[in-house]
């Protein structure tokens, strides 16, 4: 069961997570940052003014493998080398027994909703705190995807909710490691394993992030990850696959080829084929293999950086950091999430607080809207093809499930910073302490003239 945790513990939780990356102990943590100068957006000067670690870095490695791949004249993955290449080193990074590169992010998830052969009447959870691909790739199988909503201390799903939104269709729980930090998994599994429905994690936001020391997409039946150019591991677009499952590997690899290859050509015996072409190229995999020499490191730096801006975060009224469950001994921090409370700054709404930060030279965003509220989400319910498979009564009494009241809330006080400016040093999470400082010190004349 999972408790609400007080600070003590939190920044507790915290260090854990930073000890597993053996760094040394934080500079003891001021909270003072900033407080005596005058903000930016009412003239001050900026609490940073440099420039953030821009993304990608690109090195020689980079044109190396890419320059091989082209004159190879190899480019597609078919009796290629570089796409099994890759594979072979991101299933060892992960300590899975499969990995399987694929176009991209959405397809990863497509493809392992496939694989399980989802389809019309059936359910699938998923976190309404989540980029569209995670529910669009349920809808594409005509399935109908099911919020649970928002542990909102922690931004992930709340898994004690999810037992109450199963039902006789539910085929899979779908859950988000959200921002690079792993879902509460013991929960998630415990209540998986109780109604024996598949768990396959949404891991596009997480490539090493761990969970009590194993990597995310080791712990449900598979994982997807998506390499599109913001994330972490980064090949412009791409995408994979891990799983320890070898018959679910063979038939993930069967719908992304078309429903042929590796085994077999029917999914379950007798079914018939279904697949398409989500076939990595040979390109996606080199820029890959050359990104992925920095991975490591990289995700240690953004890791250190994190718990430090932690630790400096916490210390200022009206700004909670997301919490990370006591499993976790790694976040990929994809984000760095927090929580603002305006009634602790003078009653300036986020927009205002965001825009003070931007003027702080602090880049950040509000992060995602109510999906499960926009129209694009609810319009569902009207879908001539989804009233053919479901009927009136199941839509209509879909859009009254699509309530999630925490997940409302933590829309409205998220802010976040991205991976790239956790890439930076010691100082420039002290930079954005200093702002938020300097804003929380001068929040009434802020709200007053801005
Ligand atoms: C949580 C989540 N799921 C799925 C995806 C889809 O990945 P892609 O953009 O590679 O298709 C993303 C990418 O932004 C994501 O953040």
Redesign the pocket.
């Known amino acids: 069961m999972k408790t609400k945790i007080n600070r003590r513990e939190f920044i507790s939780a915290a260090s854990l997570a930073g000890a597993s990356l053996a760094i040394g102990s934080p500079t003891i943590a001021r909270s003072s940052f900033g407080a005596t100068e005058k903000p930016a957006i009412l003239g001050g000067t900026k609490a940073f003014s440099g420039k953030w670690q821009g993304w990608p870095i690109i090195g020689p490695i980079e044109e190396k493998e890419l320059l091989d791949v082209l004159k190879s004249g190899q480019w597609c993955r078919l009796g290629s080398k570089t796409a099994p290449r890759f594979e072979t080193e991101y299933q060892k990074l992960l300590g899975v027994k499969h990995a399987l590169g694929l176009?991209?992010?959405?397809?990863?998830?497509y493809t392992m909703l496939g694989a399980l052969d989802i389809g019309p009447g059936d359910e699938v959870i998923i976190p309404p705190y989540?980029?569209?691909?995670?529910y669009n790739?349920v809808v594409l199988h005509y399935a109908l995807p099911v919020f649970v909503d928002s542990d909102i201390e922690s931004f992930q799903i709340d898994a004690n909710k999810i037992e109450a939104s199963i039902t006789n269709r539910t085929k899979v729980l779908m859950p988000?490691?959200?921002g690079g930090s792993p879902a509460d998994l013991d929960g998630i599994l415990s209540v998986a394993e109780k109604h024996k429905i598949p768990v396959l994690e949404?891991?596009?936001?997480a490539p090493l992030a761990e969970w009590k020391g194993k990597s995310v997409g080791n712990w449900g039946l598979a994982g997807?990850?998506?390499?599109?150019a913001?994330?972490n591991l980064n090949s412009g677009?791409?995408?994979a696959i891990v799983t320890n499952d070898d018959n679910f590997f063979k038939n993930c690899y069967s719908f992304h080829h078309q429903g042929q290859g590796a085994n077999s050509a029917s999914l379950v015996p007798g079914t018939g084929t279904r697949g398409s072409n989500f076939r990595i190229t040979e390109f996606q995999a080199a820029i890959l293999l050359a990104q992925m020499t920095r991975l490591v490191e990289q995700t240690k730096l953004r890791s250190e950086n994190a718990d430090y801006l932690t630790k400096l975060l916490y210390q200022i009224p009206g700004i909670y950091p997301a919490k990370l469950y006591k499993g976790v001994t790694r976040s990929a921090y994809?984000l760095y999430m927090f929580r603002y409370d305006k009634e602790k700054f003078a009653g300036m709404d986020r927009a205002k607080f965001i825009k003070a930060l931007e003027s702080e030279g602090v880049t950040c965003s509000g992060g995602y809207g109510k999906m499960n509220k926009e129209s694009y989400v609810t319009d569902l319910a009207k879908n001539k093809h989804y009233l053919n498979i479901y009927g009136e009564k199941t839509m209509k009494d879909w859009l009254e499930r699509l309530n999630c009241p925490e997940n409302d809330k933590l829309t409205e006080q998220a802010v976040w910073f991205f991976q790239n400016m956790l890439l930076g040093t010691k100082e420039d999470m002290e930079h954005i302490a200093e702002a938020i400082n300097k804003i929380y010190k001068n929040a009434a004349e802020i709200n007053k003239k801005v």
């Open positions: 176009t991209n992010g959405t397809n990863a998830l989540t980029f569209i691909a995670t790739a988000v490691h959200l949404d891991a596009c936001q997807a990850f998506s390499f599109q913001s994330k677009e791409g995408g994809h």
